[in-house]
């Protein structure tokens, strides 16, 4: 389905590089069509796809992208027919037949999956005037918003059949990570009008901070996991996102606390870098560990690869924003330098398999998040302020910019909960 070419187009566009978004215009004109008989993740599809497009029509007006971005919206809509309106994670495009993971815990649907949702489908409403989305996401938030939440945190797992949550696991990496994220970027998406999204993260990284971020030994803030009702002292790549989300919520949190979160954000940002810096290669593991001597650094091998990542980058950038501080170029040019040795193929640029190695393997794989995110976040922090600012944008958690909402002026400021 052209997944690299329809996640790159912003970057093509950030950076100036016009021949080529018109090539990918062109390619999504005449090739890009969702009837085929293939399942999809409604989450993966939403993010890189839906996200793609939306951008790309905002930043370059043209139309095909939002008419595709609609096209494909209406073929994910019928994996929200479950019992609870907790979407499948998966759903077949041409029949619209939907089912979960396997591996899932007790069929269940999965936080970061369905709850991933909400600025994309907010924006769909917006540009068709429809409220079908804007209702499927808001329908998710109100029941999030009714359940018991163990010690005040959301498990990774939901069945939508049941509305019951699955296993206890907690986290704020993988399977739970971008959930967080949409509840405050969903505030700041609505012009920080969205007062019960605000709140929700208040109470969700109060909880966090609380049962699932510790110090180390060598005074290392770390985010770890919660499972089998105890605290996992590990924490993923996906989870160094977090960073740039604490120092993102800074400016209006509770009881103005936001030299508190800068502060928050600025040292995971330097446990991140750590995790890069004690490799051989200067590019972070999958995960690392924070126990029995070991700190920031992977034990296991299946947790020492890198796959082009963009969430420590992430959190530089968003950092070198709100400080300016030049030690977060200091650490994004490191990372440009480790990529570009280490990571560079005659075709584009590949995974490896083990950042401890001097002589790393390639795993042959250039995931479509690293024209996205990885190489996006990279120009930004390398570029002015003036370059997308962070009042008139938000960026989804594939890295692609929406607009600020200015709900007086939309079709969906007669909804009480946007007033
Ligand atoms: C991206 O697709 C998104 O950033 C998502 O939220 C998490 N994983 C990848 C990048 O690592």
Excluded at 27 to 36: G, Y
Excluded at 259 to 276: D, K, N, P, R, V
Aim: proline share 4%.
């Amino acid at each position: 389905m052209g997944a690299t070419i329809v996640d790159a187009l912003d970057t093509l566009y950030i950076m100036g590089l016009h021949d080529e978004f018109r090539e990918g215009q062109e390619w999504i004109d005449k090739n890009l069509d969702f009837s085929v008989n293939s399942e999809v993740s409604v989450f993966e599809v939403n993010i890189r796809f839906i996200g793609g497009l939306l951008a790309a029509y905002y930043l370059s007006g043209q139309e095909v992208f939002k008419i595709k971005a609609v096209q494909l919206a209406g073929k994910l809509l019928p994996a929200f027919n479950t019992p609870t309106g907790i979407p499948w994670a998966m759903v077949n495009l041409k029949s619209g037949v939907g089912r979960n993971w396997g591996w899932a815990s007790a069929g269940s649907s999965i936080l970061a999956e369905f709850g991933t949702l909400h600025m994309e489908f907010v924006h769909l409403s917006y540009l068709t005037g429809d409220p079908v989305y804007y209702n499927k996401v808001m329908h998710i938030r109100k029941l999030l918003q009714k359940m018991d939440r163990p010690n005040g945190l959301y498990p990774n797992y939901l069945n939508p059949r049941t509305g019951r949550w699955g296993q206890h696991h907690t986290s704020v990496g993988g399977l739970g990570d971008s959930f967080y994220e949409y509840l405050l970027k969903a505030w700041l998406m609505s012009d920080k009008t969205d007062a019960e999204a605000r709140k929700m993260y208040d109470d969700a990284i109060e909880a966090i901070e609380k049962h699932l971020i510790r110090k180390s030994n060598g005074g290392l803030t770390f985010i770890g996991e919660w499972k089998n009702g105890h605290l996992e002292r590990k924490m993923g790549h996906l989870t160094c996102f977090a960073g740039g989300m604490f120092a993102l919520g800074a400016d209006g949190s509770r009881d103005d606390k936001a030299g508190h979160y800068l502060q928050l954000g600025a040292e995971i940002a330097h446990t991140c870098h750590e995790s890069y810096d004690r490799t051989t290669l200067k590019l972070g593991p999958e995960a690392f560990k924070f126990d029995g001597g070991v700190e920031a650094v992977a034990v296991r091998q299946n947790e020492k690869y890198y796959i082009l990542r963009p969430e420590v980058i992430e959190t530089y950038w968003y950092m070198w924003r709100f400080t300016h501080d030049p030690k977060y170029r200091q650490w994004g040019w490191e990372a440009t330098q480790a990529i570009d040795k280490y990571c560079r193929v005659s075709g584009g640029f590949s995974g490896v398999k083990d950042v401890y190695s001097s002589s790393p393997t390639y795993d042959d794989v250039q995931q479509s998040f690293f024209l996205a995110e990885t190489l996006k976040y990279l120009y930004l922090l390398f570029s002015n302020d003036d370059l997308l600012p962070l009042d008139n944008w938000v960026f989804n958690t594939e890295a692609h910019p929406l607009p600020v909402l200015h709900l007086a002026n939309t079709t969906l400021s007669g909804n009480p909960a946007y007033r």
